[in-house]
DNA sequence: TGTACATCAGTGAACGCGCGTTCACTGATGTAC
DNA sequence: TGTACATCAGTGAACGCGCGTTCACTGATGTAC
């Protein structure tokens, strides 16, 4: 409604409708939040965006790329928390892993159909060079915990041990996130786990459990 | 061909078919083989199986409830190739679970679009019997392993340690599992990660990250 | 400042598609006597 | 062993549905002079 008026202030032109394209990426969103990823379909996202059905055409060459929109944003985001919640304290390494393991999961639980979106193969272009970007960033977020975590600097590569570490500790967070969505998570007394249980409880608990320095054999 | 003459033996009977059932259930696994969870569709099982559109109705209620099916049976042969590669070696607990994790990683790989059926919500009904005691049965192997590394018997609960421990366990080797399937994952090197090198070089690495004895923070 | 024109984001109707499911039916198999 | 009948796994045509995308178009916005 505002944006009607205001002149082309933004770097994006607001011609008939204002801000279509944006609009269209937030109705994409909201139909993901209530409906999941198989709930989205481009005719539902023009309907939410007042729109005809042709317009998306405009801005998005098809549905995909609506996808790879929301895809790329979401990494962005993603990517973002994790280096806040990285940033968000002690600066000792596993307590930075911690917190970036609990930003993950958090990020996860919080936007179920996104996150999902996010990692699932074909359903969106990866090859843009924005996409690789914001998809380094956020793995420069952990790999810069566990350079710390290992001593290695920049200038030299993870050691075979150190990447294993990385690895690990990226599954364990995902596979997490993964079970808590799924629904499969229950509390250390068996009962199926609410939300809040996975946050309070479960993520403390496997919060100790990551990989930590030199593990050896017994 | 050869069931037609075939009478009664089985405990399914053959009437007109032989054996529908079973058929579709082959034909569905194959669509997911080839097409992915996404490209499942009950009339391209129909037409695989040789048979019209109507008549699966006889055998399953609705296209979900073929699915289901499938993805019992997948629980079951998980459950069974978790508990072969529990069995087969040294009963070290933390070789168990190496080799269960093994096992975990290798049947995601080879059966890419069922794996990802099985843990998907809404996809298939879950209530079932059948399917809450194949669910438990594969659980339980991993919780059988989780007992004997930290000496909890049958008749005790699992300490709350030893719960984030199995927690751990199985949220790295299902994260992993999952990032190899979106195709995430990278040698040491940087360079995008085959199947061949995931099982022969990642998996051995993540192995030796598995949650072990009393981990404490430094 | 005014006017002619180009640009481009929209409309709305239409397309062909494949889907899941339903329907009345057919005909083979199984069963009771 | 034979016959009448019930059962039930199939057929194939049809249904309504919503989808992504295309099309010729309209009309507002931006631009050149």
Chains 1, 2 share one sequence.
Do not use: C
């Not at 159909?113 to 998809?135: C, I, P, T």
Request: proline share 6%; glycine share 10%; aromatic share 6%.
């Amino acid at each position: 409604l505002n944006s009607v008026k205001i002149k082309s202030t933004k770097r994006k032109k607001a011609y008939h409708h204002g801000d279509l394209r944006q609009q269209l990426t937030l109705a994409a969103e909201s139909i993901l939040r209530e409906r999941g990823v198989q709930g989205f379909t481009l005719r539902e996202a023009a309907r939410r965006a007042g729109v005809s059905p042709a317009a998306p055409a405009h801005h998005f060459k098809d549905a995909q790329g609506l996808l790879s929109e929301v895809a790329l944003q979401g990494f962005r985001e993603f990517g973002a928390a994790l280096a806040a919640a990285d940033a968000a304290g002690s600066p000792d390494p596993q307590e930075r892993l911690r917190r970036q393991a609990g930003a993950y999961v958090k990020f996860a639980l919080s936007q179920p159909a996104r996150f999902q979106l996010m990692f699932l193969h074909g359903k969106y272009d990866r090859s843009g060079q924005e996409f690789v970007e914001a998809g380094k960033r956020a793995y420069q977020v952990l790999e810069g915990a566990i350079r710390a975590a290992t001593g290695t600097p920049e200038a030299q590569p993870l050691s075979l041990e150190g990447y294993g570490r990385l690895l690990a500790t990226w599954s364990l967070v995902h596979g997490f996130s993964h079970l808590a969505l799924a629904g499969d998570l229950r509390t250390p007394d068996g009962s199926p786990a609410s939300e809040a249980d996975i946050l309070d409880k479960l993520v403390p608990l496997i919060a100790g459990q990551l990989p930590a320095s030199s593990p050896r054999r017994p």
